[in-house]
Nanobody, 127 residues
Framework: QVQLVESGGRLVQAGGSLRLACAAS????????MGWFRQAPGKEREFVAL????????DYADSVKGRFTVSRDDNKNTVHLQMNSLKPEDAAVYYC????????????????????WGQGTQVTVSS
């Protein structure tokens, strides 16, 4: 059983930066694809970024490409999401998730690809 705990969310001004962290325990972290998703009030949970085992392959939603960077530290069982140039539309609860799937990004960008989820961390962006 994998447990995930996110941290780092807070209020930030538009144009600012935040670095979210997700600490994992249980399971074999290094073998999991780790994903970041977000959910704004009244909207469905949406894909933000993912990083495959080994860290060499990443993928991003078009809305965050060039602004967000996902990374992982398998020695510390941690994944990070560096968010720069934040916009008000980035405000949401951000969730970390773990998947054991070997499928490609077409599948791993889906909520249903992930069996394990954290409780979320709130990101608020003021304009």
């Amino acid at each position: 059983q994998v447990q995930l705990v996110e941290s780092g969310g807070r209020l930030v001004q538009a144009g600012g930066s935040l670095r979210l962290a997700c600490a994992a325990s249980g399971g074999t972290f290094s073998r999991n694809t780790m994903g970041w998703f977000r959910q704004a009030p009244g909207k469905e949970r949406e894909f933000v970024a993912l990083i495959r085992p080994g860290g060499g392959v990443t993928d991003y939603a078009d809305s965050v490409k060039g602004r967000f960077t996902v990374s992982r530290d398998d020695n510390k069982n941690t994944v990070h999401l560096q968010m720069n140039s934040l916009k008000p539309e980035d405000a949401a609860v951000y969730y970390c998730a773990a998947s054991t799937s070997d499928y490609g990004s077409w599948y791993l960008s889906r909520v249903t690809a992930y069996a394990y989820w954290g409780q979320g961390t709130q990101v608020t962006v003021s304009s």
